[in-house]
Antibody, heavy 118, light 110 residues
Framework: QLQLQESGPGLVKPSETLSLTCTVS??????????WGWVRQPPGKGLEWIGS???????YYNPSLKSRVTISVDTSENHFSLKVNSVTAADTAVYYC???????????WGQGTLVTVS | QSALTQPASVSASPGQSITISCTGT?????????VSWYQQHPGTAPKLVIY???NRPSGVSNRFSGSKSGSTASLTISGLQAEDEADYYC??????????FGTGTKVTVL
């Protein structure tokens, strides 16, 4: 059964770097050409797509975040990671990692992790 | 990229049908079949209910259906039930290789 689990600090200071990892079980990141994604949701607000990455390292980013975001993949550890630098209070959100059912959507989601910038 | 436009809220009585619109541009909704819809209950992760404009994932009720005309996609929920009360978001692939979500719609079952 496919499971995704986000992990990382729940509290980050302003101007520092937010770092999260999504550990995948029940599937191998390198066994297909899916684009594994990150999505965030500020408290009480809507969903925002952050970016995605394939097993080969090919990545795409939200233009509004591109200058501060890096997504990487480690196929040996079967996880992918998110870094957001120079964070502000506006980066406070629940961060989700997700996998498509087929490219173009996200069918499998982690439970989400709240990151507070303060 | 700008968020896709959805109505803030829609409400109806049990058993009725509702339709939620999702308006984009010729660079996203109007250009690709990769339009998806997500249902999100409070405190939980989003759930995919429609993908590729009209397809339902396994296990999703056939009361959910999707369509698209030009740059506007729509989600219809027929035979509305109390459990359908949730937030709904559309999403589309864009011509930049990125994704964009809609502004979200709160569905209330009266």
């Amino acid at each position: 059964q496919l499971q995704l689990q986000e992990s990382g600090p729940g509290l980050v200071k302003p101007s520092e770097t937010l770092s999260l990892t999504c550990t995948v079980s029940g599937d191998s990141i390198s066994s297909n050409n899916y684009y594994w994604g990150w999505v965030r949701q500020p408290p009480g607000k809507g969903l925002e797509w952050i970016g995605s990455i394939s097993y080969s390292g090919s990545s795409y980013y939200n233009p509004s975040l591109k200058s501060r975001v890096t997504i990487s993949v480690d196929t040996s550890e079967n996880h992918f990671s998110l870094k957001v630098n120079s964070v502000t209070a506006a980066d406070t959100a629940v961060y989700y990692c997700a996998r498509p059912l087929s490219n173009g959507n996200y069918a499998y989601w982690g439970q989400g992790t709240l990151v507070t910038v303060s | 990229q700008s968020a896709l436009t959805q109505p803030a809220s829609v409400s109806a009585s049990p058993g009725q049908s509702i339709t939620i619109s999702c308006t984009g541009t010729n660079s996203d909704v109007g250009a690709y079949k990769f339009v998806s819809w997500y249902q999100q209950h409070p405190g939980t992760a989003p759930k995919l209910v429609i993908y590729d404009v009209t397809n339902r994932p396994s296990g999703v009720s056939n009361r959910f259906s999707g369509s698209k005309s030009g740059s506007t996609a729509s989600l219809t929920i027929s035979g509305l039930q109390a459990e359908d009360e949730a937030d709904y978001y559309c999403s589309s692939f864009t011509n930049s290789g990125t994704f964009v979500f809609g502004t979200g719609t709160k569905v209330t079952v009266l």
